[in-house]
């Protein structure tokens, strides 16, 4: 079999970038190990900003995110009894969409089921072959049946644990990592949310989130230990303590009501460079991990993919390399700046473990400062919404 563009992975980086190559007339496969089931049952974040709302617009997936989504204008931080609401409109000019990342997915899904689109669900030990030649190759079996797709290109879209990036050699590599020593216990509930917009707060127990999938739909997390048992976690003990932690007057109106869904995430800051080697591209979580405090991981991924597609239809449309030659470079300015908010955000609002009080002191007057001054709110809103593209 051959394929112009070969897509190791079918999240959401997979996904779109096979939607937008086709829809230019580029000849794409997906490779996906597990099968449709697994991958709508992922529950992931569900925040997305303007430049992501966009991509699914051009892609024509926006009709049922447009009906159903919710739109934040402002977003809060509560610490030391204290609340403060950032204006993200009136500061950044921009809003924020609440749309749930698994909606994502399944838009993605029937709309490529509908294109008849190549997707191998199921393809069993993806091997990448050949990419610093100019026939790379995926080898994989399916239900015990060998096969070869012979590419132009191989995007590697398979996530954090995917074979792709371990394709690129060691000596090559250069990783850069910050492992939190905390993970977050997130439930989602079928309750109205406790508040129109987020709160992020910053409480001695430990951080808190109040976040949402829609008006019915609600989702909080819990700072906790990284090796803590959701188990251990009856909805009980989660709401009682949700309710210490929250803002007095937000804890007497918060709805509790019976869990979906419980699990324990790390929180992890990583990015692996360079995102090209020969032939093959990384994206999304391939490439890059974010701690989820300022919800960049789809958008990031959204990101890679946007400058990714520019880049092959370039050098198939137009003869042109320089894009392709830059794709690295041109992801990782903006990625860089993501991963140092999503870091930034998380310092300011978790409790750390081994915190020395003077760190401690210096957490307070930030958010003191951030509280007093309109240039920190700005720096704020405008990372939180979503930095520029380069074009
Ligand atoms: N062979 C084939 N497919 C693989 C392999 C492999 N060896 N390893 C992983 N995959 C698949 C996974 O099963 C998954 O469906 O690659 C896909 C990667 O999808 P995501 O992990 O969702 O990564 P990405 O598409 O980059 O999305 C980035 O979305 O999923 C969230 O947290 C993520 O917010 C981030 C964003
Ligand atoms: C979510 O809705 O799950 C969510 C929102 C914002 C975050 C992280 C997660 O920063």
Known sequence: MRTQVGIVGAGPSGLIL?????????????????????????????LLEQGTVDMLDEIGVGARMHR????????????????????????????VTIYGQSEIQKDLMDAHKAAGSAIVYEAEDVSIHGITGDKPSLRYTRHGKPHELT????????GFHGVSRQTIPQDVLRIYERVYPFGWLGILSDTP???????YCNHERGFALCT????????????????????????????????????????????????????????????????????LFLAGDAAHIVPPTGAKGLNLAVSDIRYLSRALIAHYKEKRADLLDRYSEDCLARIWKAQRFSWWMTNLTHRFPEALPFERRAQQAELAYIESSVAAQTALAENYVGLPFKD
């Open 193 to 199: 949310p406790v508040n129109p917009e987020l709160i």
């Open 151 to 158: 590419c132009d290109f191989i995007a590697g879209c398979d």
């Open 212 to 279: 949402m999938r829609s008006n019915t739909r609600s989702r909080y997390y819990l700072q906790v230990a990284v090796d803590e048992d959701p188990e251990d976690w009856s909805d009980e003990r989660f709401w009682t303590e949700l309710k210490r932690r929250l803002p007095s007057d937000v804890a007497d109106r918060l709805v509790t009501g019976p869990s979906i869904e419980k699990s324990v995430a790390p929180l992890r800051s990583f990015v692996a460079e360079p995102m090209r080697y020969g032939r």
């Open 18 to 46: 096979a939607s937008l190559l086709n829809r230019a007339g580029i000849d794409t496969v997906v490779l996906e190990r597990r099968d449709p089931e697994y991958l709508l049952s992922r529950i992931r974040a569900g």
């Open 68 to 95: 159903e989504r919710l739109i934040h204008e402002g977003v809060e931080l509560a610490f030391d009894g204290r609340r403060l609401h950032v204006d993200l409109k009136k500061l950044s000019g921009k809003v």
